[in-house]
């Protein structure tokens, strides 16, 4: 399947795309059609690269593309630099005389035991025996990748890649780039021609069937309904000018004011008196106004949205239809914000940002299972090689990596992401090593950007000085290095972290537990001085480090949290963090009470894609300002698309997995105010599928491969199942009733 040729007319933005036998989503629209290109030669072997380079080459690849579009582009921070030049080498002993077949970008010069061999037509045959192959690929601006044919040859075990010549690395790879016509940073995007939802006739204007009239100076908003990012393309005829102008909102789409754009102008168009096809630049929105100042007719409205190709691994549905919106809507700021990456914001910069894409990966893995974008995300989280103080930007950042990283392993089962970036990962912990103070504690100071936890700081902490929060992350770090050293069986190296760990976990209860108020305080300021202000950023990565006494859960929830100033007025992207400790603690009531309260006022408020920022309790335009421009607010922002689908996964399902076996599985459900559920959970061993109802039977059915523990009732015990099979049993609590 070649993803580049496929075209969908669709009516929702949920599809799945099976790279067999296109299966695609049941909500679909059953209009849509595809067109499908299956002349695609296919290899048993795919692409291989230097671990992260895919990532350094789409991530100047995305900087380009925000910088063609966007008007206010910033990022901290330095990065992997992306290389055009790779070596690739293995050792084979064939038993036979084998043809071996290769393609790639660039100059390539092929090496048989140290001899440069003439082909200029990617192939060759090789006498039997054993032989060092060696690969020579030098690009001018791609990736340096190869895919490789040939018996004994093309398996992926046994192959090494170098940027150098000198040191090597396990090569990254991925089995959806298993044809040469498919390069791994050539653009993967499918085209979704989506219609116009409605019209709003402003000025002078007659829908006649779906043909638009305009009269002299005439003026109409057009609604998709979906917020997405691609071409408007629109028929038209007659005289004068068209002028254009997006937004993510109608008062955005609206506004006269140019200074006020997040996104370059569109430029005019003049008319002929015969049909043309306009077709706008690429944009992010969802609404666009159209003027002209004579009179013409439009035949065809449509927006040609860039939509990520991927599956739609996990399910849900239910009775509730709010809470269905809910994780519809998540899904789908999700996956309108995949592209390469899970990407900051679509409108405003169009970038990844290594915390938004460690936390949309923790939804991602499991809506969609790409690990690649996944992969992607922990790659420009991670600092680059031999990383240096002056790298840094925002100083927490790349301790979202390691948490990255540890998700990638329990979601897909395997250590080859943890290897490929191993070397980065001892280099990283070790700078912060390097720069702990006698207690262990980071400080934040210019010319860094300092600690940024979120934007909802009203009670701080501030950006200079010592987080508690910040400190927490990098104790987390110490604990998945140490976790990660054993099974590299790297003993000594696993000991060191956890002797770091230790010796800071202590120090951060006794420097910011405040016993009084049951919660850590926001830790020192710049000046030494310490800042007793409690915010809610120290107490959940408290709960998620496991620093927060267990015993204060309720206390917290009940009582801390609530008196808290500002903590429902200004809702940040990292909430998905924070659910999950919400569901640590078991207080999955609050948390969808939280999630009914802001992100179900914001659908009912008429949006379908959910914002970087909530302000729930301020005036729309101040709900629609940030960094004090009038439309600053990115309207569609993965992370926060994940909470909703993070209360399904861990708090409905009450999925988790045991770090020490990791193929084994626990479910406590909870169904709140719900009558019955049905959907699927994706795990490394295929797929959970449940059927959860308050009345009567239940029934889970189970992979070969795993144990499954589910706990039926608060206090009984579990039921165990270590065969594939489908289960049935009956649930013995309702809990209670979110009001």
Not at 371 to 400: C, E, F
Request: charged residues 20%; hydrophobic residues 35%.
């Amino acid at each position: 399947m070649k993803y580049s040729s496929l075209i969908f007319t669709i009516w929702l933005p949920f599809l799945s795309v099976h790279a067999q036998n296109q299966v695609f989503d049941p909500l679909l629209d059953e209009t849509c059609k595809t067109i499908i290109n299956d002349k695609e030669e296919s290899w048993n072997s795919c692409y291989m690269w230097y671990p992260g380079q895919l990532s350094a080459h789409l991530q100047r690849i995305q900087k380009e593309k925000s910088e063609a579009r966007c008007i206010n582009v910033s990022y901290p921070g330095n990065f992997t630099k992306d290389e055009n030049r790779a070596y690739f080498r293995k050792e084979v002993k064939l038993s036979e005389e084998t043809d071996i077949r290769w393609h790639a970008q660039g100059k390539t010069d092929f090496y048989i035991d140290g001899q440069k061999q003439s082909s200029k037509t990617g192939k060759y045959k090789i006498k039997r025996g054993k032989h060092l192959l060696l690969f020579d690929i030098q690009t001018v601006k791609g990736l340096p990748a190869i895919i490789v044919q040939g018996k004994d040859i093309e398996d992926i075990q046994g192959w090494q890649v170098s940027l150098d010549g000198q040191t090597w690395n396990l090569p990254e790879t991925n089995a959806k780039y298993n044809s040469p016509n498919r390069l791994p940073d050539k653009e993967q995007e499918l085209t979704v021609s989506i219609p116009a939802k409605e019209y709003l006739l402003l000025r002078n204007v007659s829908n006649k069937n779906g043909t638009l009239e305009l009269g002299e100076n005439a003026c109409l908003l057009v609604d998709f309904r979906h917020l997405e990012v691609g071409n408007v393309v629109i028929q038209a005829s007659g005289s004068g000018m068209l002028s254009f102008n997006g937004g993510e909102s109608p008062e955005e789409a609206l506004n006269e004011n140019i200074k006020s754009f997040e996104q370059k102008a569109i430029p005019r168009y003049k008319l002929q008196h015969t049909v043309q096809e306009i077709k706008l630049p690429e944009y992010a929105l969802r609404y666009l106004k159209i003027s002209c100042d004579k009179s013409c007719i439009i035949t065809s409205i449509r927006h040609d949205a860039k939509i990520w190709p991927v599956e739609f691994q996990m399910q849900f549905t239910s009775d509730n239809v709010s809470l269905n919106n809910l994780w519809n809507a998540g899904v789908a700021t999700l996956h309108t914000s995949m592209h390469n990456f899970y990407l900051d914001g679509i409108k405003r910069d169009y970038l990844p940002w290594s915390m938004d894409a460690i936390i949309s990966a923790l939804g991602g893995d499991y809506v969609f299972g790409d690990r690649q974008v996944t992969r992607n995300g922990i790659s420009i989280a991670l600092m680059p090689s031999n990383p240096k103080i002056s790298d840094w930007g925002i100083i927490d950042y790349p301790l979202h990596a390691l948490i990255g990283l540890k998700q990638d392993y329990m979601r897909y089962g395997d250590l080859s992401t943890s290897l490929m970036f191993k070397e980065r990962i001892i280099q990283q912990l070790a700078l912060y090593e390097s720069v702990q103070d006698v207690n262990g504690f980071l400080t934040a100071t210019p010319p860094t950007s300092g600690f940024i936890p979120g934007w909802s700081r009203k009670m701080g902490p501030d950006d200079f000085g010592t987080a508690t929060y910040a400190q927490m992350m990098l104790y987390l770090n110490f604990k998945i290095g140490a976790y990660f050293a054993h099974l590299w069986k790297e003993n000594m190296l696993a000991h060191h972290y956890e002797q770091k760990a230790k010796l800071l976990g202590n120090n951060i209860i006794r420097h910011f537990w405040d016993n009084t108020q049951k919660a850590f305080i926001n830790g020192y300021r710049a000046n030494g001085e310490k800042d007793t202000r409690i915010s809610h950023h120290a107490q959940y990565w408290g709960i998620l480090s496991e620093l927060y006494p267990t015993q204060y859960y309720d206390y917290l929830f009940d009582k801390v949290i609530p008196s808290i100033p500002f903590y429902k007025e200004n809702i940040s992207y990292e909430k998905g963090y924070e659910c999950l400790a919400y569901i640590k603690a078991g207080r999955i009531n609050d948390m969808f009470a939280l999630l009914n309260k802001v992100w179900g006022n914001w659908l009912q408020q008429g949006y379908t894609r959910f914002p970087e920022n909530f302000s729930p309790e301020a005036p729309l335009k101040q709900q629609l300002t940030f960094y004090e421009r009038p439309f600053g607010l990115s309207l569609c922002h993965g992370a926060n698309g994940v909470p909703p689908i993070i209360g399904i996964l861990h708090g409905i399902y009450g999925f988790s997995q045991s770090d020490k076996n990791i193929s084994n599985y626990t479910l406590r459900p909870n169904l709140i105010n719900i009558n019955w559920v049905k959907g699927r959970i994706p795990i490394k061993e295929g797929y959970i599928d449940l059927y959860l109802t308050k009345e009567g039977k239940c029934t889970v059915e189970i992979p070969k491969g795993c144990i499954i523990h589910l706990y039926t009732g608060q206090k009984t015990k579990p039921l165990i199942w270590e065969k594939a099979g489908k289960y049935t049993f009956t649930l013995h609590s309702r809990s209670k009733i979110i009001e």
